[in-house]
């Protein structure tokens, strides 16, 4: 039983190349130093989801031939994450799921409220379902043993997901103790790494790998990545299994 993460967008919320900005990695002609704002894709056995809408999932969801999902799971509720929300309405025939913590479900049905539980019976509208999820209770989403974990993103709690043998653990600065235990015997971790110098809601590049040592993965890949960092020059920083990840990644586990 094989599953599949694809890398719909690697970047931090001003997305790279960023606005305004001439340094050497928005100005690279390197691809991987292109990075729309962070989304993966999991598929398995015919089913699908995405963690993350950014605002540009439409460009994503094209650019990967995304044709229908069966859910999609939510870190929390900031505009680089959420934002993107509207354009899944053309995989939305039959009414959608989101899954989330409290605050993010919060959120989504305040800022979104159009889109959820509505009775538009002329598709010009999205079809969604809103689920709050219970940190560290097991259930089964699109096909896959989902595990919503906490991470500390600065003073907020936000979600980071263990599915099936990956984790996915992006917006974070802290992983608290408990969210350790979930994170054994992992085929693949994936791991925000911002940049050089620290940050107050993000883990820096060292970070990162201290973190990722300690949960000890066959495979770590970064991202959720700054302008500061580029692909080529810093992945020489990178100990042996852990790499960048790039838009566009495909991988099969």
Do not use: W
Request: charged residues 20%; glycine residues 6%.
């Amino acid at each position: 039983m094989s599953m599949k993460i694809t890398f719909l967008g690697t970047g931090t919320s001003h997305g790279i190349p960023m606005i305004g900005c001439n340094c050497s990695t928005c100005t690279s002609t390197d691809p991987k130093d292109t990075r729309l704002r962070s989304s993966v894709l999991l598929e398995k056995n015919g089913q699908s989801m995405v963690i993350d809408t950014g605002p540009e999932f439409r460009i994503q969801a094209l650019r990967a031939h995304i044709t229908h999902l069966d859910a999609i799971l939510y870190t929390h509720p900031h505009a680089d994450h959420l934002n993107g929300i509207d354009d899944v309405r053309p995989l939305t025939r039959n009414t959608l799921p989101l899954y989330g913590n409290k605050m993010t479900i919060e959120q989504i049905n305040s800022r979104f409220n159009y889109a959820v539980n509505n009775d538009d019976t002329y598709g010009a509208l999205p079809h969604l379902a809103t689920r709050v999820l219970q940190p560290y209770q097991t259930v089964t989403i699109a096909g896959f043993a989902v595990t919503p974990l906490t991470l500390l993103h600065g003073q907020i709690e936000d979600f980071g997901y263990r599915l099936d043998s990956i984790a996915y653990l992006t917006d974070c600065n802290n992983i608290p103790h408990e969210s350790y235990d979930y994170l054994k015997d992992l085929d693949l971790v994936v791991i925000d790494a911002l940049q050089h110098h620290n940050h107050r809601t993000h883990f820096n590049i060292f970070q990162a790998i201290e973190e990722a040592k300690r949960i000890h993965a066959k495979r770590t890949l970064f991202t959720h990545i700054s302008h500061g960092l580029k692909n080529a020059r810093d992945s020489r920083l990178l100990p042996e299994g852990m790499e960048f990840a790039y838009d566009t990644l495909c991988i099969e586990l």
